[in-house]
């Protein structure tokens, strides 16, 4: 059974961190492309960034380069979304995904997805 768990979120200040987590399990981690999105109340989900399965390349949307970092550590079977100077835009349950066909943020790229992480982020 595929599983995708992601953590690590809660409520931080405007400008603070958080760093979520996905931890999954089920199919092999280092085939697939993982990916982050949100989804706030009211709004459609969309893409916050993305990960190759082993030579780091990354994607990120325009709205949280250079304050987002994505990474994964395929010995841990876990990628991970540094989130630094946070605002507070950036609330929103935050989903993490894997696809095996294209570096993408677009969601029809993913074919499995985990359960959500609230980001609240106060200013």
């Known amino acids: 059974e595929v599983q995708l768990q992601a953590s690590g979120g809660g409520q931080a200040q405007a400008g603070g961190s958080l760093r979520l987590s996905c931890t999954a399990s089920?199919?092999?981690?280092?085939?697939?492309?993982i990916g982050w999105f949100r989804q706030a109340p009211g709004r459609e989900r969309e893409g916050v960034a993305c990960?190759?399965?082993?030579?780091?390349?990354?994607y990120y949307v325009d709205s949280v380069k250079g304050r987002f970092t994505i990474s994964r550590d395929n010995a841990k079977n876990t990628v991970y979304l540094q989130m630094n100077s946070l605002k507070p835009e950036d609330t929103a349950v935050y989903y993490c995904?894997?696809?095996?066909?294209?570096?993408?943020?677009?969601?029809?790229?993913?074919?499995?997805w985990g359960q959500g992480t609230l980001v609240t982020v106060s200013s």
């Open positions: 995904a894997a696809g095996l066909q294209h570096l993408s943020i677009y969601t029809y790229n993913y074919e499995y």
């Open positions: 089920g199919f092999t981690f280092d085939n697939a492309i």
């Open positions: 990960i190759s399965q082993t030579d780091g390349r990354t």
